[in-house]
């Protein structure tokens, strides 16, 4: 079955960078994309940026210049690279699969907390 | 940026009513392919987001017929009727037809 998870650190210290990996199951990184969004606590969901199938990829302009996301497909993992940290940026990161411009399956998310 | 205004923001519910929940886009969500990529989610408390209905009115696979949305252009609704204790949490509406995408602020559903 379709399964996605995130994996990184719980805690980035302010003005660090965010590493963060999307490992999928039940379907190829060649076929759908995936897509990253983020809540803080207590908060709405944000559109941070996708990874396409074909390889391509596109962020929120809000993010852009501190936000990369690649991929290895061998591996079935997207990765998210977000740089100078700040609080505000505190929040639950999850990653989903996109097909037909939806967001069908959704990974268990995971709490990035910045502190120093 | 394509801005979700999404009312109520609160909306108590008896168990077994009815709710309605909008969704208004500051621009339209037709496609240049002219489908319209507006869906809908919940959220229930500490999960993820779940998909419910995708382009404006299709049921997501296993979602119950008590869920119905529709609209078109800028207006959209999402109905649940025969509320269900299962059904509260947190609606979210999604405009995927613009980049970036943009989500509703969201509409709690919460017993009265």
């Known amino acids: 079955q379709v399964q996605l998870k995130e994996s990184g650190p719980g805690l980035v210290q302010p003005s660090q960078t965010l590493s963060l990996t999307c490992t999928v199951s039940?379907?190829?990184?060649?076929?759908?994309?995936v897509h990253w969004v983020r809540q803080p606590p207590g908060k709405g969901l944000e559109w941070m940026g996708r990874m396409k199938y074909d390889g391509d990829t596109y962020y929120n302009s809000a993010l852009k210049s501190r936000l990369s996301i690649s991929r290895d497909t061998s591996k079935s993992q997207v990765f998210l690279k977000m740089n100078s940290l700040q609080t505000e940026d505190t929040a639950i990161y999850y990653c989903?699969?996109?097909?037909?411009?939806?967001?069908?399956?959704w990974g268990q998310g995971v709490m990035v907390t910045v502190s120093s | 940026d394509v801005v979700m205004t999404q009312t109520p923001v609160s909306l108590p519910v008896s168990l077994g009513g009815q709710a309605s929940i909008s969704c208004r886009s500051s621009q339209s969500l037709v496609h240049s392919n002219g489908n319209t990529y507006l869906h809908w989610y919940l959220q229930k408390p500490g999960q993820s987001p779940q998909l419910l209905i995708y382009r404006v009115s299709n049921r997501f696979s296993g979602v119950p017929d008590r869920f119905s949305g529709s609209g078109s252009g800028t207006d959209f609704t999402l109905k649940i009727s025969r509320v269900e204790p299962e059904d509260l949490g947190d609606y979210y509406c999604l405009q995927s037809t613009h980049f970036p995408y943009t989500f509703g602020a969201g509409t709690k559903l919460e017993l009265k």
């Open positions: 989903t699969r996109g097909g037909s411009y939806r967001f069908d399956y």
């Open positions: 039940g379907f190829s990184l060649m076929d759908y994309s």
